[in-house]
C-alpha cells in the first residue's frame, strides 16, 4: 500500500526522507554493528549527535546557544505544565496565564497545584473560536504563559507579545512552523510528536538568565539540573531525540524555517479558500482569518450526516485523521511542516467538489 495522506494531529506525520534515514538507524547505526535502539547514551557516537540536535533546535528558532539552552525531557509537553511553576514560581507570587483553548486551560489548572494563577486573558465565552484578548499582567505575576498553536479549536498566534517579566510559550504543534519572535521567549518547550519528531521527547528551550534564578527541586523536575548534566542525568529518549535531529536537517535542506513557513502559508490557503468558497455546506470553525490556524484547520459540515460522508469519502480517497477532536467533533485537517502540498489540494478539491454535489 502507498503512503496516504495522514492529516492526523499527533503523533503526526514525519518528512520521508526522516523515515528512511530512521529506519536505516533502527538497523544499525554509524558503522556500529548495531542499532541505535540498543546503544548507549553515553557512546561518543551518539553524545555527538546529542549536543548537536541540542544546538540546533536553538538555532533553527533563530536564537543563539549562548543565550538559551535546549533540555530533552519526559512526560510529554503535559508534565511541563507542572514543571514550568514548579522551576520559576515563588512564594508570594502568581503564575499569570492566557487561556486560548483546551491545553492553556489544562496549563492553568495544573499550574494550581503549585500556586496561584491569574487568567489575564481567555476565549472561553466565544468556544475559543478566536485567540483571546491579552489584558493586564498582575504586579504580583512571576511569569506570562501562554499557548501559540491551540490544536483542538484551529487558532494560532502570528505575534508574540513582549513582556516585562518572563514569557513562557507552550509551542508543541506549530514548534519550527511559523517565523515568529522567539527570544520574547524566556522558556519554551514542545512535546515533539506534532511538529518537531515523534513522541518520546520533549523539547525544552530556556534563557540561560533564568535558568540561573529557577527553584532548586529534586533532579528529575530541576531544570537546573537538567543543564547542568546536558540532559543526560538519567537516560534519554536516544532514538526520538536522534529523529528530532533528522527533522532539524531536513528543515534546513527546504530553506529554512523561513522557507517551511512560507509554505505552510500556502498549504493552508488552499484549504481555507476551498472551505469558504464552499458555504453553506461548508463553515470554518474560525471565523476571523488572522487567527486561523495554519497547522490545524478546523470545520463543520452543514449537518452529521454530511459530516460523517464527507469523512467516508476522504477515507476512501486516502485521506484519514479528519475527525476532530472528540471534545468538539466537526473536522480537522492538520498539516504540519512535513505535510505534502498535494495532500492539500487533495482535500481543498474534494471540499470543492463534495460542497457542488451536496448543494
Same mark, same amino acid.
Given at each position: 500500500?502507498?503512503?496516504?495522506?495522514?492529516?492526523?494531529?499527533?503523533?503526526?506525520?514525519?518528512?520521508?526522507?526522516?523515515?528512511? *534515514?530512521?529506519?536505516?538507524?533502527?538497523?544499525?547505526?554509524?558503522?556500529?554493528?548495531?542499532? !541505535?535502539?540498543?546503544?548507549?547514551?553515553?557512546?561518543?557516537?551518539?553524545?555527538?549527535?546529542?549536543? *548537536?540536535?541540542?544546538?540546533?533546535?536553538?538555532?533553527? !528558532?533563530?536564537?543563539?546557544?549562548?543565550?538559551?539552552?535546549? !533540555?530533552?525531557?519526559?512526560?510529554?509537553?503535559?508534565? *511541563?505544565?507542572?514543571?514550568?511553576?514548579?522551576?520559576?514560581?515563588?512564594?508570594?507570587?502568581?503564575?499569570?496565564?492566557?487561556?486560548?483553548?483546551?491545553?492553556?486551560?489544562?496549563?492553568?489548572?495544573?499550574?494550581?497545584?503549585?500556586?496561584?494563577?491569574?487568567?489575564?486573558?481567555?476565549?472561553?465565552?466565544?468556544?475559543?473560536?478566536?485567540?483571546?484578548?491579552?489584558?493586564?499582567?498582575?504586579?504580583?505575576?512571576?511569569?506570562?504563559?501562554?499557548?501559540?498553536?491551540?490544536?483542538?479549536?484551529?487558532? *494560532?498566534?502570528?505575534?508574540?507579545?513582549?513582556?516585562?517579566? @518572563?514569557?513562557?510559550?507552550?509551542?508543541?504543534?506549530?514548534?519550527?512552523?511559523?517565523?515568529?519572535?522567539?527570544?520574547?521567549?524566556?522558556?519554551?518547550?514542545?512535546?515533539?510528536?506534532?511538529?518537531?519528531?515523534?513522541?518520546?521527547?520533549?523539547?525544552?528551550?530556556?534563557?540561560?538568565?533564568? !535558568?540561573?534564578?529557577?527553584?532548586?527541586?529534586?533532579?528529575?523536575?530541576?531544570?537546573?539540573?537538567?543543564?547542568?548534566?546536558?540532559?543526560?542525568?538519567?537516560?534519554?529518549?536516544?532514538?526520538?531525540?536522534?529523529?528530532?535531529?533528522?527533522?532539524?536537517?531536513?528543515?534546513?535542506?527546504?530553506?529554512?524555517?523561513?522557507?517551511?513557513?512560507?509554505?505552510?502559508?500556502?498549504?493552508?490557503?488552499?484549504?481555507?479558500?476551498?472551505?469558504?468558497?464552499?458555504? @453553506?455546506?461548508?463553515?470554518?470553525?474560525?471565523?476571523?482569518?488572522?487567527?486561523?490556524?495554519?497547522?490545524?484547520?478546523?470545520?463543520?459540515?452543514?449537518?452529521?450526516?454530511?459530516?460523517?460522508?464527507?469523512?467516508?469519502?476522504?477515507?476512501?480517497n486516502g485521506m484519514d485523521g479528519l475527525p476532530g477532536h472528540r471534545n468538539v467533533g466537526g473536522c480537522r485537517a492538520s498539516i504540519y511542516n512535513a505535510f505534502p502540498e498535494a495532500g492539500c489540494k487533495a482535500l481543498a478539491d474534494l471540499i470543492s467538489d463534495f460542497a457542488?454535489?451536496?448543494?
Amino acid at each position: 500500500m502507498g503512503r496516504i495522506f495522514n492529516f492526523s494531529a499527533g503523533p503526526a506525520i514525519l518528512p520521508e526522507p526522516v523515515l528512511a *534515514q530512521a529506519s536505516d538507524a533502527v538497523r544499525e547505526f554509524a558503522g556500529s554493528g548495531m542499532s !541505535l535502539l540498543e546503544m548507549s547514551h553515553r557512546d561518543k557516537r551518539y553524545d555527538a549527535i546529542h549536543e *548537536q540536535v541540542r544546538a540546533g533546535v536553538v538555532e533553527t !528558532l533563530g536564537l543563539s546557544t549562548s543565550e538559551y539552552d535546549c !533540555l530533552f525531557m519526559g512526560g510529554g509537553a503535559s508534565t *511541563q505544565f507542572s514543571l514550568v511553576p514548579m522551576n520559576i514560581l515563588t512564594p508570594g507570587h502568581s503564575g499569570a496565564y492566557v487561556d486560548g483553548g483546551e491545553w492553556g486551560a489544562k496549563a492553568i489548572e495544573t499550574a494550581r497545584f503549585h500556586g496561584d494563577v491569574d487568567v489575564i486573558g481567555s476565549s472561553k465565552a466565544d468556544n475559543h473560536s478566536r485567540l483571546p484578548v491579552i489584558g493586564d499582567v498582575p504586579s504580583r505575576a512571576a511569569y506570562v504563559h501562554l499557548t501559540t498553536n491551540n490544536t483542538i479549536e484551529g487558532t *494560532q498566534m502570528s505575534n508574540v507579545p513582549s513582556m516585562s517579566i @518572563p514569557l513562557v510559550g507552550d509551542l508543541s504543534s506549530d514548534i519550527f512552523g511559523r517565523v515568529r519572535e522567539h527570544a520574547n521567549f524566556d522558556l519554551m518547550y514542545a512535546g515533539a510528536q506534532k511538529n518537531a519528531g515523534p513522541a518520546g521527547v520533549t523539547l525544552v528551550v530556556i534563557r540561560k538568565s533564568l !535558568l540561573a534564578q529557577c527553584n532548586t527541586l529534586a533532579p528529575m523536575f530541576s531544570y537546573k539540573v537538567q543543564a547542568d548534566k546536558h540532559s543526560v542525568y538519567n537516560t534519554p529518549p536516544v532514538f526520538p531525540i536522534y529523529v528530532v535531529g533528522l527533522v532539524l536537517e531536513w528543515i534546513a535542506a527546504e530553506g529554512g524555517m523561513a522557507a517551511v513557513a512560507t509554505r505552510n502559508e500556502r498549504k493552508a490557503a488552499l484549504i481555507y479558500n476551498a472551505i469558504d468558497n464552499a458555504a @453553506p455546506i461548508f463553515s470554518a470553525a474560525v471565523p476571523d482569518t488572522a487567527d486561523r490556524s495554519w497547522m490545524n484547520i478546523t470545520f463543520r459540515l452543514a449537518s452529521k450526516e454530511l459530516e460523517a460522508e464527507f469523512l467516508a469519502e476522504a477515507k476512501a480517497n486516502g485521506m484519514d485523521g479528519l475527525p476532530g477532536h472528540r471534545n468538539v467533533g466537526g473536522c480537522r485537517a492538520s498539516i504540519y511542516n512535513a505535510f505534502p502540498e498535494a495532500g492539500c489540494k487533495a482535500l481543498a478539491d474534494l471540499i470543492s467538489d463534495f460542497a457542488v454535489r451536496k448543494g
